[in-house]
C-alpha cells in the first residue's frame, strides 16, 4: 500500500513539474497584458468563486493587468422580489424604472463590497497569503439613456457612452485591479443600470486589452452534439448564431459580445465554462484550453491546400530544395500529394506551407515542407502553421510526430522535438529513408 501510494504521489508531482514547465511560456506571454474578464452575479453564490479570486491573484502576481466587471442580476432580482415588485425585461434587457433602480443601487453596492472584500484576504495558509492586491473602483464608465425603443421606455436601463481608458491605464500601470460595476453615470449626474457584457465589450475596445474574458453558465460553444467549438473566427460565430442550434442566453450574449470586441482591435476573446475549478488557469496556461476561443478574420488565413496552390508552394520551397534544406518534389507529386498539405494565405497569396503525412497504423506522423516565403518571415507564422499541423495531428488521433531535417535542428528541438534513432521511424518511412542526405530524426509526443 505504501508503495502504491508513493507512486501516486510521484506521478502526480510529475504532473505538475510537466504542467508548470509547459506553462512557462504563457506566463512570459502574458506579463504586461491587459485582460478584461467578466463573470455574472451568479458567480458570487457559486463554490467556485473564492478559487476565482485565487486564480486572479495568481494573475496579478505574475503581472497581468486585469479589469474585473461583475454583473449583479440574480442579486437585483432577489431585491426587487422582496419588495413585491415587478421584474420586467423587454429583448433581455431590463425595464429599470424608479423602484428597479433602488434595488440596482443596492444591489451593485452589495455585490462590489464582497468582491472588493474577497480581493483583499490575505489568511495564512491560504493562496492568497501574502498578495497584498489594491482594487481600484469608481466612476471609470461613463452613460447614457437608452431611452425608448418600438414604444417602449427603459427608463434607467443605459448604455455606455464613455470609458476613461486613461484613468484605467493609470491605476493599471500602479498595480492596481480596476473592478467595473454594471451601474454608471451621466453628465447631469443620472445613475444608469447597464448590462456587465456592455461594459466589459466596451473596456476592452477602448483599453486595447489583449483579451476579453467571459465566464459563463455552461462550456462555451458547443455544437449540435454537444462537443465544445474550441476555436471560432467571426464568420464562423455568425453561422453559429443564425443556426438553430439553441444556446444558453448569458452565452449568446457573451459570443455577441466577444464578437464585437474581436471586430473592433481585441485580439482573442474567451468564453469560459465557470463551473469548471481553475477554468480561468486552464484555458490560459494550457495548448487547448477548456473553453472557446474567438478570433477576428484575418488578413491571413490557414487552410487546405488545392490543385491551384501547387504554384504557390513551389514558389516558396524551390530555394530551399536548391539549398539542400528540403528534398526535392516535382510539380507531378505536388499534385498527387497537395491534399497533405496546409497553407497560410496572405490576400490571395501562398506565404507559407507545411504538411502532414500520417502513419495511422503506427498512430505516427511526418511533419515535413514547413517552409516560410522569405518576405514574411520573423512573424511566427512558422509556429502558426507548427500549431495548426500539430492540433491536426491530435484530431486525427496521433500520439507522436516525427521529422528529418538536415539544416533546422534546432528549430524543431525549440519546440519540444527529441532526437531519435532511424527505428523510431514507420516501417514503411523507415525504407525509404535516404543515406546520401544523412538526415537526423527528431519526435515529438503529442501527450
Avoid at 267 to 278: M, V, Y
Avoid at 361 to 378: F, I, N, Q
Wanted: proline letters at 3%; hydrophobic letters at 40%.
Amino acid at each position: 500500500m505504501g508503495r502504491t501510494l508513493g507512486k501516486k504521489k510521484n506521478n502526480a508531482l510529475a504532473e505538475f513539474v510537466h504542467w508548470f514547465r509547459n506553462s512557462s511560456p504563457y506566463i512570459h506571454a502574458f506579463r504586461g497584458r491587459t485582460f478584461v474578464i467578466a463573470f455574472g452575479g451568479e458567480m458570487l453564490s457559486d463554490a467556485q468563486f473564492t478559487p476565482l479570486v485565487h486564480d486572479i491573484a495568481l494573475l496579478n502576481s505574475l503581472g497581468v493587468r486585469l479589469v474585473l466587471v461583475h454583473g449583479a442580476r440574480p442579486q437585483i432580482e432577489e431585491r426587487l422580489r422582496l419588495r413585491g415588485a415587478k421584474i420586467r425585461y423587454v429583448n433581455d434587457l431590463r425595464v429599470t424604472d424608479d423602484t428597479a433602480l433602488v434595488c440596482v443601487k443596492e444591489a451593485v453596492g452589495s455585490v462590489r463590497v464582497e468582491i472588493e472584500s474577497v480581493l483583499s484576504m490575505g489568511v495564512v495558509n491560504s493562496p492568497m497569503h501574502g498578495a497584498r492586491i489594491r482594487v481600484v473602483s469608481g466612476n471609470f464608465v461613463t452613460a447614457q439613456p437608452l431611452g425608448v425603443h418600438d414604444g417602449v421606455d427603459y427608463c434607467h436601463t443605459g448604455q455606455v457612452r464613455r470609458i476613461d481608458a486613461r484613468a484605467v491605464h493609470r491605476q493599471l500601470d500602479d498595480g492596481a485591479i480596476v473592478l467595473l460595476s454594471p451601474i454608471a453615470y451621466s453628465p447631469t449626474g443620472e445613475t444608469f443600470n447597464l448590462a456587465a457584457e456592455d461594459i466589459a465589450t466596451a473596456a476592452a475596445i477602448a483599453l486595447e486589452a489583449d483579451k476579453l474574458i467571459c465566464l459563463v453558465d455552461g462550456p462555451g460553444v458547443t455544437d449540435g452534439r454537444k462537443r465544445l467549438r474550441r476555436e471560432l473566427t467571426l464568420p464562423e460565430c455568425t453561422k453559429v448564431l443564425a443556426s438553430k442550434h439553441t444556446m444558453h442566453d448569458e452565452t449568446v450574449r457573451s459570443l455577441q459580445s466577444a464578437m464585437r470586441a474581436c471586430r473592433h482591435g481585441v485580439e482573442r476573446a474567451h468564453l469560459i465554462d465557470r463551473n469548471i475549478n481553475g477554468a480561468l488557469l486552464l484555458e490560459l496556461f494550457t495548448r487547448d484550453g477548456v473553453g472557446t476561443l474567438i478570433t477576428a478574420e484575418r488578413f491571413e488565413g490557414l487552410r487546405q491546400a488545392t490543385v491551384n496552390d501547387v504554384g504557390g508552394v513551389l514558389a516558396i520551397i524551390a530555394p530551399l530544395e536548391e539549398d539542400g534544406t528540403l528534398v526535392r518534389r516535382s510539380r507531378e507529386q505536388l499534385e498527387l500529394e497537395v491534399s497533405h498539405f496546409t497553407v497560410l494565405e496572405r490576400d490571395g497569396m501562398v506565404v507559407a506551407c507545411a504538411s502532414l503525412y500520417p502513419f495511422t497504423d503506427e498512430k505516427v506522423g511526418e511533419l515535413a515542407c514547413l517552409a516560410v516565403h522569405p518576405d514574411y518571415r520573423g512573424k511566427k507564422r512558422g509556429d502558426l502553421l507548427f500549431d495548426f499541423v500539430e492540433r491536426h495531428a491530435k484530431e486525427l488521433g496521433l500520439q507522436r510526430l516525427f521529422v528529418l531535417t538536415t539544416h533546422t535542428a534546432h528549430w524543431f528541438r525549440e519546440r519540444g522535438f527529441k532526437p531519435a534513432d532511424l527505428d523510431a521511424l514507420p516501417v514503411k518511412r523507415k525504407r525509404m529513408y535516404n543515406y546520401q542526405r544523412n538526415s537526423k530524426v527528431f519526435v515529438k509526443s503529442l501527450d
